[in-house]
Antibody, heavy 120, light 112 residues
């Protein structure tokens, strides 16, 4: 069965960086894009970007350009998101999700989420 | 870029039908048949309910259906059940240079 398992919760200070992992299983990792979506406490969903695990190419929402890096390690079927220069507004649950559909624009499987708390 | 517009809340009684709207622009909902709907229960990850406007993933009840007219997409839930109470989010592919996927602000469905 398809599973996306994410790394655990993190607490970071403002200005620091955080790296969250997303380990895929149950399907061919390189065949589907991985998207990252975040959700601040009590708020809606915000799309951050995607990575093509096959090529390593990535596309980021402009809101995060310059602060976000998405990478992958195909040998262990794991995708990563790193967010730098953290501020309190980055406190959120970060989800990875598998892209499907004609443009990989729908997300059929989601990780369990990783809570990132930014606090001094 | 602004989020897609959804009503903050809707409600209905068990057995009834409700519809949640999702309004975008000609750069997203109006120009592409790539609208999805997600259900999210408290503390859980979202679940895909509808993709490409009208398609249901395997395992999703046929009580859930999607449609689109112009710049507005809709999710209809028929035969409301208590377990349908959740937040619902729409999303759309967008041709905006700043984004690829745009989400709606979410709608809280209350089953009375």
């Amino acid at each position: 069965q398809v599973q996306l398992v994410q790394s655990g919760a993190e607490v970071k200070k403002p200005g620091a960086s955080v790296k969250v992992s997303c380990k895929a299983s149950g399907y061919t990792f390189t065949a589907y894009y991985i998207h990252w979506v975040r959700q601040a406490p009590g708020q809606g969903l915000e799309w951050m970007g995607w990575i093509n695990p096959n090529s390593g190419g990535a596309n980021y929402a402009q809101t995060f350009e310059g602060r976000v890096t998405m990478t992958r390690d195909t040998s262990i079927s794991t995708a990563y998101i790193e967010l730098s220069s953290l501020r309190s507004g980055d406190t959120a649950v970060y989800y990875c999700a598998r892209g499907m559909g004609m443009l990989a624009e729908s997300f059929d499987y989601w990780g369990q989420g990783s809570l990132v708390t930014v606090s001094s | 870029q602004s989020a897609l517009t959804q009503p903050a809340s809707v409600s209905g009684s068990p057995g009834q039908s409700i519809t949640i709207s999702c309004t975008g622009t000609s750069s997203d909902v109006g120009d592409y048949n790539y609208v999805s709907w997600y259900q999210q229960h408290p503390g859980k990850a979202p679940k895909l309910m509808i993709y490409e406007v009208t398609n249901r993933p395997s395992g999703v009840s046929n009580r859930f259906s999607g449609s689109k007219s112009g710049n507005t997409a809709s999710l209809t839930i028929s035969g409301l059940q208590a377990e349908d109470e959740a937040h619902y989010y729409c999303s759309s592919y967008t041709s905006s240079s700043t984004l690829v996927v745009l989400f709606g602000g979410g709608t809280k469905l209350t089953v009375l």
